[in-house]
């Protein structure tokens, strides 16, 4: 699995938001695996953190971008799944810390509550910024990995 496939998925609140970070992304150079939704029709947000957690699992790719109307259900439903460590991101320290200390691998945002710009910053911030790991985030992120679902 290339680190430079990123997977995206969103629900009717945050198909636009998608649309606009999948062309950044692309002219960023990576490839996007879209789990749609595409559309303004009404879908539930549980069925793409669903989406989303079986690509990550599958390996399909290295990291992963959900959108909502608030960022708020779908990054809920996606930390339902063990191999996801989805977090809600609102600006550039957030998108930052969320990779530094929680080794974040799905950024979430919320359709109608983030700039597309802001988003735009945070999502080439996430994907530029390493897990800063040593014992005390490590530590830490393990005992996450244990938690019950
Ligand atoms: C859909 O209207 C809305 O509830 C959803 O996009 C999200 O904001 C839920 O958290």
């Keep these: 699995m290339s680190s430079k496939i990123i997977a995206m998925a969103a629900d009717h ?26 559309g303004p029709a009404a879908v539930d947000y549980p069925d793409f953190a669903a989406l989303m957690a079986d690509a990550i699992r599958r390996d399909a790719a290295a990291f992963g971008v959900l959108v909502c109307g608030t960022g708020i259900g779908i990054s809920m439903a996606a930390n339902r799944y063990p191999e996801v460590r989805a977090a809600l991101v609102h600006d550039a320290f957030t998108a930052r810390l969320s990779r530094q200390h929680n080794d974040a691998n799905v950024v979430c945002f919320g359709g109608r509550t983030i700039g597309s710009e802001v988003a735009k910053d945070c999502l080439k911030i996430f994907l530029e910024t390493r897990f800063e790991g040593g014992d005390r985030h490590s530590r830490r992120v393990a005992k996450l990995n244990c938690l019950p679902k």
Aim: charged share 25%; net charge negative.
């Design 13 to 38: 609140g945050g198909y636009e938001l998608k649309s606009i970070l999948k062309d950044a992304l692309v002219q960023l150079g990576y490839e996007v695996l879209d789990l749609g939704t595409d």
